[in-house]
Each structure stands twice: as structure tokens, then as C-alpha cells.
């Protein structure tokens, strides 16, 4: 069972922000915690119901990382006084099927006039504290695994300057609408020593949180790391976002890169995602299973590295190829 973290005034409070997990854990009795998360953003599509899709989707996935399954969700909801009313029912209704298929019942919510749009939810989940996965107990002899492409942060720039083709889109949107639901449930089949999901702090930037919260290492293989199609040759393009951007500035001291990983890989590590997969730990042991669960499962997962004994950063990244 989780302890209360230090520093906390509520021993109840089993996980706060102390090791930037994913989401709070409340206990509420020696049963039964209470997992809560929030997240909300500016559209990142232009298609108001993909866009209440991949808000929901995205704020759900904080749960999953937890180890378990959304039960009530609230609306955010921020609009202009211009925008058409249909646009803003496109939008709760993308997120309300979001929900839907994940088994989330929207309960209400809260709305107001905002000059830029903006949605997502409160997600509320209950699970046994047993069942709890964090992302501060990964162990050195882990095995790391991420459940979704990178790259969909630059995807998203290209298409606002019509640098990619409709299927290229297409596959990013459908990558960022889709729920981490059948990873964790693939997952929760074998034993899942820690687990974050990645978002808009990068892939590295979310690694290295669970690295530092873990007391160790993550060691990363360029050639192992799944690209949705077209990232790399636009990121050699140069076509960068600024998060994206920001993020390097931020993290590069966390950091340790061979000095011949191709360069153009180097930026999509630390692209923001949004509604991006999970990065799970797990025993060497159980990798097979787990690999064999998720490709039963449709999620298009990888071995992207491994956990060592703490070094002098966080996140080491290897070369073994060159994409070229």
C-alpha cells in the first residue's frame, strides 16, 4: 500500500505533487482511494468535435496512468461570445463520446465566456491503493515501454502551415483522439512497477520526472522509439514548436545524448504531446507478456529502452541507427 508522501498535512493524501505524478490519491478508507486530475487546453485542431474528442481523451489519460479506469468526469468548458452554438456543442459532444466509450459518466460541469476557446475535464476514479501505479517505483532491471508514437506536437504545426497531406494529419489526429484505455488494460494483466503518460512536458521531460521520482536512470535507443509518419523528415525541416523549443531549454541539463543520435530525432523527444501514450516500467520478465497483451489489445507499442542505477542525469539516449 502507497504511504502518504512527505511534507503533506493529510496522511490520507497518498500521492500530491511532490514527484509530479499524473494525478492526486485520496484515501478514503483501507479499500478504497480516490484518484482525481484536471486538464484543460486551447484547441490544438480545427474541427470543434475532434477537438472535444482529443481534450477528453488527453484529460482521461491522467487516470490510466494511475493504473485505473475513469468513473465521473465534469466539463471545462471556456468560449468566445462569437462562437457559433453548434460549434460549442461539437465540442461537448466529442467529449461526452470520448467519455462514453471510456466508461466515464459526465456528470456536469462549468462554462464561461472566455476570449479563447478552451476544454477538458475533472476526472474523478476510485481503485484499491494496492492497485495504485505511480510514477515514482520504477526499478534499475526494468524494461520501458511506450504505447503511442511521438511527434504529434510538430504534426500539429505542419498542418497549420500546410507542411503535411491529409493521411499524414489524419493519422495525428486519430494517434491524440485515441484513449490509453486499452494499453492499461493490457497492461494491468502484468506487473507495473511505474507508469506516466506523456503530454506537454515532452517525452523527455515526463521520463525524466519518473526517473528522478524513481531514484534512477531511464536509458533510451533512438532506433526503438516509435515516429508517427513524416515527423522526422519535417523536424529536419526545422518545422519545431515552441513548446517544443521550450521544453530543450528547460530539460537539457536533465539530459545526456551521444553526441551521433541524428539531430532531427533530437527535438521530437522533447515535443509536447498531446493526449500522448503511456511510458510503463516493467520487469524484465513480464515484457512478453505485456508486449503480446498490447498487440492483442490494437496498441501499437514498443520497447524504447531501460532502467538503470541512478547516473549523473536522469535520461541517457543511445544511438544504434541513424533514420537517415
Known amino acids: 500500500m502507497l504511504k502518504s508522501l512527505p511534507h503533506t498535512h493529510d496522511p490520507n493524501l497518498l500521492v500530491g505533487f511532490d514527484t509530479s505524478d499524473d494525478a492526486c490519491v485520496y484515501r478514503l478508507n483501507d479499500d478504497l482511494v480516490l ?3 484536471v486538464d484543460f ?25 494511475m493504473g485505473a479506469s475513469p468513473g465521473v468526469a465534469l466539463n471545462i468548458l471556456c468560449v468566445p461570445s462569437c462562437m457559433a452554438p453548434e ?20 456528470a456536469g460541469g462549468h462554462s464561461v465566456i472566455d476570449p479563447e476557446p478552451k476544454y477538458g475535464l475533472c476526472v474523478s476514479a476510485w481503485i484499491n491503493p494496492k492497485d495504485i501505479w505511480s510514477n515514482a517505483t520504477a526499478r534499475s532491471g526494468d524494461v ?10 510538430i ?11 491529409q493521411k499524414e494529419y489524419a493519422q495525428a489526429v486519430k494517434s491524440m483522439a485515441t484513449l490509453n484505455k486499452n494499453a492499461r488494460d493490457a497492461a494491468i494483466k502484468t506487473r507495473v512497477h ?31 522509439i516509435p515516429l ?17 523549443r521550450r521544453n530543450m531549454d528547460y530539460l537539457s541539463k536533465k539530459v545526456s545524448i551521444a553526441a551521433d543520435v541524428p539531430k532531427p530525432l533530437v527535438p521530437i523527444l522533447y515535443d509536447p504531446q498531446t493526449s500522448g501514450g503511456l511510458l510503463l516500467s516493467v520487469p524484465e520478465a513480464d515484457k512478453d507478456v505485456l508486449m503480446s497483451n498490447l498487440v492483442a489489445a ?8 531501460h532502467v538503470c542505477p541512478k547516473g549523473e542525469t536522469p535520461i541517457i539516449v543511445l544511438v544504434e541507427n541513424d533514420r537517415t
Open 228 to 244: 508517427l509518419d513524416g515527423v522526422y523528415q519535417l523536424s529536419k525541416k526545422g518545422i519545431i514548436p515552441g513548446g517544443t
Open 144 to 153: 520501458l515501454v511506450l504505447t503511442k508514437p511521438l511527434g504529434n506536437g
Open 194 to 224: 511505474a507508469c506516466t503518460d506523456i503530454t506537454g512536458f515532452g517525452f523527455i521531460g515526463h521520463a525524466s520526472e519518473m526517473a528522478e521520482a524513481s531514484g534512477c536512470t531511464f536509458v533510451f535507443t533512438p532506433k526503438d
Open 35 to 37: 484518484i482525481q486530475t
Open 298 to 305: 490494437g496498441v501499437d507499442a514498443a520497447v524504447v529502452g
Open 41 to 65: 487546453f486551447t484547441p490544438i485542431v480545427d474541427d470543434p468535435y475532434q477537438f472535444g474528442q482529443i481534450a477528453a481523451a488527453n484529460a482521461l489519460s491522467d487516470v490510466y496512468a
Open 87 to 106: 460549434d460549442a456543442a461539437a465540442i461537448l459532444s466529442g467529449g461526452a463520446d470520448k467519455a462514453r466509450e471510456a466508461g466515464a459518466i459526465i
Open 155 to 165: 504534426m500539429a504545426t505542419a498542418a497549420k502551415r500546410d507542411h503535411i497531406t
